[in-house]
């Protein structure tokens, strides 16, 4: 059973900067989608960015419009971990951030729907 384990979520002014990880466990990746969602309350959950993976190929990255230039995926496939690095953070981005993996596909899915795996999530505040 793969577990999913995020952290570094907490509070920070706005134009701040935070790093979220996601350490996966209970099964070793040579290919899958691993993705980064939020939820604000009262909102649905929606796509932060998402990153595909494989021993033979590139990565290739999504990003949702709202974090592009300002939010980068990535991940380190010896530690099974995927971080999101989040600069010039804004009030609007606070939600709860959740780490989800799935099947390796070429282009990274972006609904929810398509991973089968989830974290507890994290909360993420920026004040303004």
């Known amino acids: 059973q793969v577990q999913l384990v995020e952290s570094g979520g907490g509070l920070v002014q706005a134009g701040g900067s935070l790093r979220l990880s996601c350490a996966a466990s209970g099964r070793t990746f040579s290919s899958v989608t691993m993705g980064w969602f939020r939820q604000a309350p009262g909102k649905e959950r929606e796509i932060v960015a998402t990153i595909a993976w494989n021993i033979w190929r590139p990565s290739v990255t999504y990003y949702a419009d709202s974090v592009k230039g300002r939010f980068t995926i990535s991940n380190n496939n010896a530690l099974n971990t995927v971080y999101l690095q989040m600069n010039s953070l804004k009030p609007e981005d606070t939600a709860v951030y959740y780490c989800?993996?799935?099947?390796?596909?070429?282009?990274?899915?972006?609904?929810?729907?398509?991973?089968?795996?989830w974290g507890q999530g994290t909360q993420v505040t920026v004040s303004s």
């Open positions: 989800a993996a799935g099947e390796f596909r070429v282009t990274p899915p972006q609904t929810p729907a398509a991973y089968d795996y």
